[in-house]
Every structure is written in C-alpha cells, then in structure tokens.
C-alpha cells in the first residue's frame, strides 16, 4: 500500500486516522511496551506510523511486526486523512459522483494503532457522520 486512494477492484479505499496527536494512557503504555517506541515520542502528539499485512504469515513476534524486519509480510501504511483530537474544522472525506445512491462506510477497530488496545478505548466508542450537499 501506499499514500493515497486506495483501489479494490475499482473501488476507492479512503483510510482516515482520528485523533492521531492524542493518545490514551492505556495506548501510551501499549506503544511502549508492545512497540518499543519512546514515551515523549507517543505523548508529543506526532503521527505514529503503522504497519499493514500485505501477506499470510506466522512466527512473527507483535514487537517484530513490521515492514523493516519482514517486507514481505508487512507494508507501512499512510492514511489519506489524518485529523487532530479536536476535529477543529470540517474533513472532507469523499466528493460522491452524480447518480450515486450508496455509500459504505466500514469502521475497523482493529490493527497497530496504538491506542487499538482493550484497555484503551474505555467502555463507550461513538462515530458520528454527517453528508451535506454543497
């Protein structure tokens, strides 16, 4: 994978990262402790870099996982959105073609975010989503 519109089978892939500069307490000591990053790096409020499975694998170590120690199993993975805790103005995430009558929006809680953890999110997680017309 690479930066950009992700494309499957002609459709368009759009990875969106939400509050990438605020991490939890739990996710903090999740990126230390299982990713072997820097705590002033996590607590900074940078983007953390994650790694997508581009392939089938086993007997790989999560703290290994990654596209440096096994570039045929894993691939960095850059989203085409990136929004900071505060949601601080309007993202646009998609510009729909006339005659479209669908849309699918999957939400994946899953992978190496760090704060992707089951102590992390707490007890209540919440999406809202909003169209306009312009």
């Known amino acids: 994978m690479a930066s950009g519109t992700y494309n499957n089978a002609s459709r368009n892939i759009i990875i969106w990262e939400p509050n990438y500069d605020a991490h939890t307490a739990a996710g903090v000591d999740n990126a230390v402790n299982v990713y072997g990053k820097s705590r002033a790096s996590v607590e900074g409020g940078t983007y953390q870099d994650y790694q997508g499975v581009k392939a089938a694998f086993s007997g790989v170590y999560i703290e290994n996982a990654n596209s440096t120690?096994?570039?045929?199993?894993?691939?960095?993975?850059?989203?085409?959105?990136?929004?900071?805790?505060?949601?601080?103005?309007?993202?646009?995430?998609?510009?729909?073609?006339?005659?479209?009558?669908?849309?699918?929006?999957?939400?994946?809680?899953?992978?190496?975010?760090?704060?992707?953890?089951?102590?992390?999110?707490?007890?209540?997680?919440?999406?809202?989503?909003?169209?306009?017309?312009?």
Do not use: C, H
Request: charged share 20%; proline share 2%.
């Open 69 to 134: 120690n096994y570039s045929s199993y894993f691939q960095s993975v850059n989203p085409n959105i990136k929004t900071v805790s505060d949601f601080s103005g309007n993202q646009t995430f998609d510009t729909l073609e006339a005659g479209v009558t669908k849309y699918r929006v999957y939400w994946w809680v899953e992978g190496q975010d760090i704060d992707t953890e089951n102590g992390a999110t707490g007890k209540n997680m919440k999406l809202n989503l909003s169209f306009a017309i312009a």
